[in-house]
């Protein structure tokens, strides 16, 4: 359920969450159409990132190459005053009358070899000795930044506006022999010229970088469209809903599932599986080795040899189950197992009951053939006329039935067990099998819900069982019923005239699995047990006076009384 999710808010953050909002507060479908898809927002982001990213860091460089740029300049500019402003022919040149026609060609000299926008040397006043444009020798240098120079002996680089434009000097004052300062040397380069070599040489680190933030692009649409591929086309709020659907099924089937990894480990575990597992349902088991948890587990050899295996009966616990198991194969390679089981007890037990609802069918079509001949009889009757005689069968039909119903409804307190006790004997006399309830019977507690249940289940399959009990003479078969809670205890007997059991086989009828009757049984015996002992009591086997085999049930009538009844006693 995560996967989706998760990747869309790192990948998706802020746009996602930008998306999601808008998405949520459009009205209509048709308003949240345009909003982009996962793909697209991939692309948004990762385009929107890199450009970003190369958008910060080129204007940083840039700046920071601008700045170094004319930081060169400026100290290049600075070593070349330097160097003229100890050239012997220049100091000397202060001292005649007419110093400009010596400098001059100096200057000039030096500004073509260098490069420099200008060469200016001024004495103490400022006035120029020299300049690239001849006609403005003799006049005042222009910026104001000769201070330094002139008055304090200093070299520096200066940025000020002079006559040609803004630009960067290089100031260096000039000494005699005496070593007083007699003048100054400015070697400049114009803003303008710095700014168009700048940017001839950033031109190249432009397209640099949009030639990156291309290719930038086209990984990002690459990686968007494989992404997608990889996610079968959904988006991940699909993607979101899918796996809580799936979790939904797979938490709601009857039928238990457990998933493991290639490493043997359970990554998916549902309800229906938990109840096999140690632990019950409280105990989540993802994560855990698939032999911890069920020693018993061949998805080991599946894992291995990626073969499938189909109806596997293995024991989980307790419990019987059939098992399928099927490897999860990627690419041509194992990635996991997958394994279904459902209670191999289960599945007997609904085809017991369809059985029995199928025996149940044919002994009512078999009733219903009698009825109806017994409708004919009394049509035949009536219309010889003979009145008397087919009242006289109507009566005793009615009161062998009311006697009965009566019977039942003074013995058994508990309408859920006197029904059961009615449907009972109806069933058998429909299958042939006559059940007789003895005259002494009484059941007068009143009972708790939980104590009504395990009654009917421990009534219901004793009788069942007694119905059922093999009589290979071919005798009619007879049930004898008899029940009591007269003392501390209520005790049901059931003898049954069937072959009975061997003396072998005394306690082994009770374990599950084991039956008499063939394979495929043993059940409701070893639950009529299991519910006897958790209710304080117990059942056992004993010889049966009709011959066959009698099943003696005891439980503790406090135990399964009601709550009231127990204060009243």
């Known amino acids: 359920m995560a996967t989706g999710v998760c990747l869309r808010h790192t990948l998706g953050t802020p746009f996602a969450v930008l998306f999601d909002v808008i998405r949520a507060l459009s009205p209509t479908a048709a308003a949240r159409r345009w909003v982009p898809g996962f793909r697209a927002q991939m692309i948004l982001l990762v385009g929107s990132l890199l450009i970003l990213m190369l958008g910060i860091q080129g204007t940083y460089l840039s700046q920071r190459y601008a700045a170094l740029m004319e930081d060169q300049i400026g100290q290049r500019a600075l070593s070349v005053a330097r160097t003229l402003a100890t050239n012997h022919q220049l100091i000397d040149a202060f001292s005649q009358t007419d110093p400009a026609a010596v400098i001059q060609?100096?200057?000039?000299?030096?500004?073509?070899?260098?490069?420099?926008?200008?060469?200016?040397?001024?004495n103490r006043d400022s006035i120029r000795y020299s300049h690239p444009l001849p006609d403005r020798i003799g006049q005042r240098m222009v910026g104001e930044d000769n201070d330094p120079a002139l008055l304090r002996g200093e070299?520096?680089?200066?940025?000020?506006?002079?006559?040609?434009g803004p630009s960067i000097r290089g100031k260096v004052p000039v000494f005699d022999e005496a070593g007083d300062i007699i003048g100054v040397v400015s070697v400049g380069f114009l803003a303008?010229?710095?700014?168009?070599?700048?940017?001839?040489?950033?031109?190249?680190?432009?397209?640099l970088m949009l030639g990156t933030a291309g290719l930038g692009l086209l990984g990002a649409?690459?990686?968007a469209n494989r992404f997608k591929r990889a996610i079968l086309g959904l988006e991940p709020h699909e993607i979101a809903r899918r796996l809580k659907e799936k979790d939904a099924i797979l938490q709601s089937i009857h039928e238990g599932l457990i998933a493991v990894n290639v490493d043997g480990r359970i990554t998916l575990a549902n309800a229906g599986a938990r109840r096999f597992l140690p632990g019950g349902e409280a105990q989540d088991p993802v994560g855990r080795d698939i032999l911890e948890a069920l020693p018993h587990s061949r998805l080991h050899e599946v894992l291995e040899t990626g073969e499938a295996q189909y109806d596997r009966e293995t024991w989980v616990g307790e419990q019987l189950v059939v098992v399928n198991r099927v490897p999860i194969v990627v690419n041509g390679r194992v990635e996991g197992a997958v394994a279904t089981f459902r209670s191999r007890m289960e599945i007997l037990e609904l085809s017991?009951?369809?059985?029995?609802?199928?025996?149940?069918a044919d002994g009512l079509r078999a009733q219903a053939h009698e009825f109806s001949n017994k409708l004919h009889t009394l049509a035949g009757l009536l219309q010889l006329g003979q009145v008397q005689e087919a009242i006289q069968m109507i009566g005793e039909e009615t009161r062998l039935e009311q006697a009965r119903l009566t019977l039942l409804q003074s013995?058994?307190?508990?309408?859920?067990?006197c029904g059961l006790l009615a449907g009972k004997l109806m069933r058998a006399s429909a299958r042939g099998v006559t059940i007789e309830v003895d005259e002494g019977s009484t059941l007068q507690s009143e009972l708790s819900l939980q104590g009504r249940e395990a009654l009917l289940s421990i009534i219901g399959n004793l009788l069942d069982n007694a119905c059922e009990a093999q009589r290979p003479d071919g005798r009619r078969p007879v049930v004898r019923l008899s029940f009591t809670d007269m003392g501390d205890d209520i005790v049901i007997e059931v003898d049954d005239n069937g072959s009975g059991v061997d003396e072998e086989q005394g306690e082994r009828v009770f374990e599950r699995g084991t039956s008499t009757k063939g394979s495929g049984r043993g059940i409701g015996l070893a639950l009529v047990r299991r519910l006897c002992r958790e209710?304080?009591?117990?059942?056992?086997?004993?010889?049966g006076q009709a011959g066959g085999a009698c099943f003696v049930a005891v439980v503790d009538k406090r135990q399964v009384m009601a709550l009231g009844?127990?204060?009243?006693?």
Do not use: C, H, M, W
Request: neutral net charge; glycine residues 8%; without cysteine.
């Open 221 to 223: 649409v690459a990686i």
């Open 105 to 122: 060609p100096i200057a000039e000299r030096v500004r073509l070899q260098t490069g420099a926008s200008f060469v200016v040397v001024g």
């Open 565 to 569: 009844a127990l204060d009243e006693s």
């Open 192 to 207: 303008s010229e710095i700014q168009e070599r700048i940017a001839g040489d950033l031109r190249n680190n432009l397209l």
């Open 352 to 360: 017991r009951s369809l059985t029995e609802v199928r025996q149940l």
């Open 411 to 417: 013995r058994v307190r508990d309408a859920a067990l």
């Open 155 to 164: 070299a520096y680089v200066s940025r000020a506006k002079g006559s040609l």
């Open 535 to 543: 209710f304080g009591g117990d059942v056992s086997l004993e010889p």
